[in-house]
Nanobody
Framework: VQLQASGGGLVQAGGSLRLSCAASGRVSNNFVMGWFRQAPGKEREFVAASSRRDATTFVEDSLQGRFTISRDNAKNTVALQMNRLEPEDTAIYYC????????????????WGQGTQVTVSS
C-alpha cells in the first residue's frame, strides 16, 4: 500500500487548510487511515483517524471543534479539514494507515505517506 498526501501550505492564523491522502494498492476492509503531525523538536503526535470497517472517526481531544476527518471509501481517500488554524498547528503532517483497530499510537501504523508541510503564520 502506498499513501500520497497533499494539501499543505502556508496560511495565516485563523485560516483553513484541507489535507488529502490517497491510498493505492491492496486496501482491506479493516483499513484505518489517519493523520499525525510532527513539529520541529517534538515527537510525532496523533491528530485524527478513521476506520473503513465501521466508519468510526476520532479526532484528538485538543483539536476537536477545529479539525475534522472524513473519508471516501470508494476512492480510498481520507481528508483532514483544519479550521481556525493557530501557529501551534505548524508541523509536518503525515498520513498513515494500517490493517488494525483505530489507534492513536504511531507505532501501530505500518504505512506512511511522505508528509506535507503546514505553516501557520501569526
Amino acid at each position: 500500500v502506498q499513501l500520497q498526501a497533499s494539501g499543505g501550505g502556508l496560511v495565516q492564523a485563523g485560516g483553513s487548510l484541507r489535507l488529502s491522502c490517497a491510498a493505492s494498492g491492496r486496501v482491506s476492509n479493516n483499513f484505518v487511515m489517519g493523520w499525525f503531525r510532527q513539529a520541529p523538536g517534538k515527537e510525532r503526535e496523533f491528530v485524527a483517524a478513521s476506520s473503513r470497517r465501521d466508519a468510526t472517526t476520532f479526532v484528538e481531544d485538543s483539536l476537536q471543534g477545529r479539525f475534522t476527518i472524513s473519508r471516501d471509501n470508494a476512492k480510498n481517500t481520507v481528508a483532514l479539514q483544519m479550521n481556525r488554524l493557530e501557529p501551534e498547528d505548524t508541523a509536518i503532517y503525515y498520513c498513515a494507515a494500517h490493517d488494525a483497530v483505530l489507534s492513536r499510537d504511531p507505532n501501530t501504523y505500518n504505512y506512511w505517506g511522505q508528509g506535507t508541510q503546514v505553516t501557520v503564520s501569526s
